[in-house]
């Protein structure tokens, strides 16, 4: 990541939600991140499961931190990211009749970044200052980054027996038997990889399954 200037930004009024600005950086505190001093500030976002349900007792957050000065001073990172049209294209050509649906877990932050790097993702809260030690997203190039972290690693997959976008990865194959194998190999490259597949939402051998909002049928 090159910058040509560091930019430093107060923090916004987090009042009623510090308890979870509390929560995450003990969950973090320890492996993610270190202290500092500097920069960008925090929003909470609530998530969409619990944006939708108005009668939930307790609304769960999502962290992000406002990176767009830091964006702006930021260089482009050119690597292509698939759009939708060619996923399904791709979908249509393999013809599978069996799908897997998984993703990584917390899949950004399994990703580290440089000393050099980490410098410039400083952001400040109600409590403490911190940077990044792993990749967090709502930086300029962290797509562009992770999308050719996850194609290095599938590498003589893609559009083959595997469609990636980001941290979600579909599999498909055409018998039962190619399937089992397809599994077995692409868990392989992500335990060499170092990477953890999340369990939550990972969906095995199914007839169909929405991928980036939109659902893949198999052939059977």
């Not at 909470?44 to 767009?68: G, M, P």
């Not at 038997?177 to 692409?186: G, N, P, V």
Request: hydrophobic fraction near 40%.
């Amino acid at each position: 990541m090159l910058l040509v200037n560091i930019i430093s930004r107060t923090g916004y009024t987090l009042t009623n939600v510090r308890f979870c600005v509390s929560n995450w950086i003990s969950c973090l505190n320890r492996e993610l991140l270190c202290q500092l001093v500097i920069t960008s500030p925090i929003v909470l976002v609530t998530k969409r499961n619990e944006a939708s349900n108005s009668k939930t007792s307790t609304q769960s957050y999502r962290f992000v931190c406002d990176f767009r000065l830091l964006n702006a001073q930021t260089e482009d990172f050119k690597y292509v990211i698939p759009n939708l049209q060619e996923l399904t294209e791709s979908f249509a050509e393999i013809v599978p009749n069996y799908i897997t649906s998984i993703d990584l877990s917390s899949g950004f932050f399994q990703m580290g970044i440089s000393a050099e790097s980490s410098r410039y993702t400083v952001f400040n809260t109600c409590f403490e200052t911190y940077k990044f030690l792993r990749l967090p997203m709502g930086l300029k190039t962290a797509l562009n980054t992770f999308q050719l972290l996850m194609d290095k690693v599938l590498r003589g997959l893609k559009f083959r027996t595997r469609l990636c976008y980001l941290d979600d990865v579909l599999i498909c194959s055409e018998t039962f038997e190619k399937h089992l194998d397809d599994i077995k190999e692409i868990f392989k490259l992500f335990r060499d990889a170092g990477l953890k597949l999340g369990q939550k939402n990972a969906i095995l051998q199914v007839r169909s399954v929405f991928f980036l909002d939109t659902r893949f049928l198999n052939m059977e």
